[in-house]
């Protein structure tokens, strides 16, 4: 099916169904049909794309120096211990889809949060891509709780990510440590 022509029915239905389930949060625009400010992932944490993404850091650090299966079933090679590491761990958050775990989502559900007042006269002070980007991702047509779920699952999206990243660190320092050799976290 291309991207232009209409949903079936009965797919129609079924896409309905799970953005209820998982309260899904859509902005509408003319250059981006249904851009996902938030709703709830899935998938529980680290079981998201994002925390494989750190399962599998962590998989090569613990297999230095021996050969082991990725959570794709794949064969890999870990860390090499003689030789200095360089990682670079590429998540999706904080860009959309916003999709923060429940247990996050849980955290900030209720935080309330001063929504700023917002005229369109402002983009006459805007770079030229910050109004690309407006147009790309207007918000304006939502009503307040709508623009507070988004706040509120962006902050539960990046609070999912320091989380992650958290993660990341406390198994790379010691490997480290284990290695004889410096670390630098960026």
Known sequence: QRRDEPIPDDELEIKEKVEREFD?????????????LGGVNPQPAGQTVDGHVVTEFCNHLQHAGETYETLAGKTAQGADPDKPL?????????????LPPQEYRDLFKDLPYSLPEFSTDELSRFPPQLVTLYNECKTDGLKDEEKLQAVRDYYAF????DALIGRAVEEFKPYCEKQGREYLIV
């Not at 899904?24 to 996902?36: C, F, S, V, W």
């Not at 990046?158 to 990510?161: S, V």
């Open 158 to 161: 990046c609070a999912y990510g």
């Open 86 to 98: 360089f990682n670079h761990l590429s998540f999706h958050w904080p860009h959309t889809p916003v």
């Open 24 to 36: 899904i949060l859509r902005a509408y625009t003319r250059l981006n049909k249904g851009l996902i």
